[in-house]
């Protein structure tokens, strides 16, 4: 378990911030998650054999680089918390909410959270600090699907329900539901889903139901057996579950999460580029380091952290030349070529 101070907080999908060159700032605070789910895009939670790290990051660290990177953005904008793992098992999760809305130019706070881990007071707290919506991970209404879909017994479908009825009821955040249709193994769950959303109030400002696509990714737990559907497929599905439950779900041609384009951060180091890199320590799969360029500025905006690929075992501390292989929205992937000793 890494934790993560004194490091660049952009350059890493571990940890930190995430890009995309728009209005809305990905903060990843934490890897840790406690669910295994059968088709996790992450490959995260406590079964998972290909992991070798886990990162938590210090709340001073990120939100020093968040100032930074919001005040370049400028105002309106969305952050939103998120990563490689459950964001709501933070251990400072309402002090970091209260930060990032301390922040000027901070409009929106989101979070991505399955909220089973919570309790109602933190949401009470939470709301306080500035959270003003939580997507919802729900896969299914029935609890045995969806403990499968969880990969664990001690998941409570009823029990993140439960928490977002009282968040609605009880505090101005609101909730809306992001579940993953799993083709073969929730489609019956997803209209029921859809039902509870409608009935339940999900989405006072915001769309209640976003029906996200099974997508396989190479890092990620593909479940036997499932084959993904194509875009034609997955949005014909979706015009019939609107037929069947009155709910809007295609809102393509519209923006109601208000996304703007917005320059992206500057690129310091683009693939093709070879740069001397220090290795902090392993990155999260096997075969994978955390490393930061042996020379930096000290500008969060300009810093990064980058994951190193090796076939060769690497020790912290020692110096590679290495060459960028990927770099799309700052995320640097870069392979070892060369070690000094
Ligand atoms: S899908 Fe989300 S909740 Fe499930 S294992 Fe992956 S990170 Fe955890």
Redesign the pocket.
Known sequence: MYFIEDLPQIGTRYYGIVDQGTNIVEVRPTSL?P???AF?S?A??PYEGRRWAEFVVKREALIESLSRVVKFKGGGVEVHIDGM??PAVYPELVDLVQDISAIPGVKTISMQS?LFTLRERTLEELAEAGLSRVNL?LDAMNSEVARKL?GVDYYSAERARSLAEYALANTRMDVIVSPVWVPGLNDDEIPEIIKWASSAGLGKRWPPVLIQKYIPHKRGRSPRGVKPVGWGHFWRKLREWERQTGVKLDWRGENPFGIEERAPLPKPLAAGRRVKVRVIGRGIFRGEYLGVPVNTSGDPLLDRAITLLSERSLEPGVEVLARIIEDENNILLARAELVFL
């Open positions: 998650c669910l295994n789910c996790c992450v995260a939670g793992g459950e399955r991970s969880a």
